[in-house]
């Protein structure tokens, strides 16, 4: 398979074959994140986003980048986004447990 040297290159084929696939652009953002390309992971989840506001672990994921930002509101807009579509979702719940003390600690 000459498109999987790695999984970045998997995903960015996956977009570019399926460019209508929100699981392909949310976990091309999951790769571009890992690869330290934060912006343009988030332009990923909100391409995802965009195709299926509802794409499971797309608002999560946005959150942390807006988390490590520090952009605090929109991070928690989007976990709570996220718990709205995904409810019980773990990794949401503790993202927003960690915001919720970054603002406590802010105070």
């Not at 699981?23 to 890992?34: C, I, K, S, T, W």
């Not at 807009?77 to 802010?106: M, R, S, V, W």
């Amino acid at each position: 398979m000459p498109y999987y040297k790695n999984r970045l290159s998997f995903w960015q084929y996956a977009t570019n074959t399926s460019p209508s696939s929100p699981l392909a652009h949310r976990n091309l953002g999951v790769m571009l994140y890992f690869a330290g390309n934060i912006k343009e992971a988030e332009a990923s989840y909100l391409k995802s986003l965009d195709l299926n506001p509802s794409e499971p672990m797309a608002h999560n994921n946005l959150g942390v980048i807006y988390m490590e930002r520090g952009d605090l509101d929109k991070a928690k807009e989007e976990f709570l986004l996220e718990l709205e579509i995904n409810p019980g979702y773990k990794q949401a719940i503790d993202n927003l447990y960690t915001l919720q003390d970054l603002l406590k600690q802010l105070r």
